[in-house]
């Protein structure tokens, strides 16, 4: 296991996604239940909700849209897999909340201060996962897939690679290197999951505070594309699946329109994806 740190990872966003999952979870109407997620979220996160819905001007349905997308998509396929990984796992919990079976191999890489939290609060909680859970760190913008395969992960093996709020944070090539060496790393039959948004997104006024950070950091623009077909296809996964938020492939009674965006966003580079690529059996 490696011990990479990742310089910009915006860890903090783990606590705020854990935040909007704890909320959802006390909805009658939930799209799932997380019960660890309001512990992970803390004050921290539940902070960082009210900042991201001021900023915003309301909720943001998008967060809990995506986790149930992912969540069925897992549990859909999770009779087929021999491995799962997270990139970027945060403080999901689907390892201990999803219907697994027990000999799925289930990897989650994180940075060391997000997985040291998340293993002190696990402990503190105590489930027990569905399946054989591994930790691992390691920097996404570098040599993950070695501390992958050092923890265990074997090559060639049928793996649903989830990268669920993880690209919009990295650089461009970086996200070409991280869709290709997933493809590397999986045998035929696998399939990657992702979200991205469209470039005009970052126009929206809500999005400012979170553009100023990254300039003060010193860290490059948020990734957006405006052709996710063409991104994975273009890293190796030729089928390609588009799911859109509250709508197509992803409405859940739910229907998500940005405040700031009026009623139909027919603007492709006005929209959020869900994305699910595979490759050849
Ligand atoms: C927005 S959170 C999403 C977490 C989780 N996938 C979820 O949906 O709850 C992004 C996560 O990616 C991790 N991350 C970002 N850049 C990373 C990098 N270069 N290497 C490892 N982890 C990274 C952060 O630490 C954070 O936990």
């Keep these: 296991v490696g011990d990479d740190h990742a310089p910009g990872a915006n860890s903090e966003t783990a606590y705020w996604i854990a935040a909007a999952r704890a909320r959802e979870s006390e909805r009658d109407d939930r799209l799932f239940s997380d019960p660890y997620a309001s512990v992970f ?39 087929w897999l021999d491995q799962v990984v997270l990139l970027g796992a945060g403080f999901d919990t689907r390892a201990y909340r999803l219907d697994l079976p027990d000999q799925l191999r289930w990897f989650e890489i994180d940075v060391p201060e997000i997985l040291e939290e998340k293993e002190r609060v696990l402990s503190q909680l105590g489930p027990v996962a569905r399946c054989q859970r591994f930790a691992v760190t390691a920097d996404i913008s570098g040599a993950w897939g070695e501390s992958l395969l050092d923890a265990g992960f074997s090559i060639d093996c049928r793996t649903a ?16 290197r991280v869709l290709a060496e997933a493809r590397r790393l999986s045998g035929g039959g696998s399939l990657i999951g992702a979200d991205v948004m469209g ?65 139909e966003p027919p603007d492709p580079t006005m929209q ?9 059996r």
């Design 161 to 176: 690679s989830i990268a669920e709020g993880l690209l919009f944070y990295l650089s461009s090539p970086v996200v070409a």
């Design 272 to 280: 959020s994806y869900l994305v699910v690529g595979r490759n050849a």
């Design 199 to 263: 470039s005009g997104l970052l126009t929206l006024p809500s999005m400012r505070p979170s553009l100023s950070t990254r300039t003060e950091l010193g860290l490059p623009p948020p990734f957006t594309t405006d052709d996710p077909a063409a991104l994975f296809r273009a890293a190796g996964w030729p089928l390609v699946q588009l799911a859109f938020p509250g709508q197509l492939g992803a409405a859940y009674g739910r229907p998500f329109h940005r405040a700031d965006q009026g009623p």
């Design 41 to 79: 979220a803390g004050a921290l996160g539940r902070n960082a909700l009210e900042a991201s819905a001021r900023a915003s001007g309301g909720d943001n349905e998008f967060l809990v849209i995506r986790t149930r997308f992912f969540d069925d998509v897992l549990g859909d396929e999770a009779a």
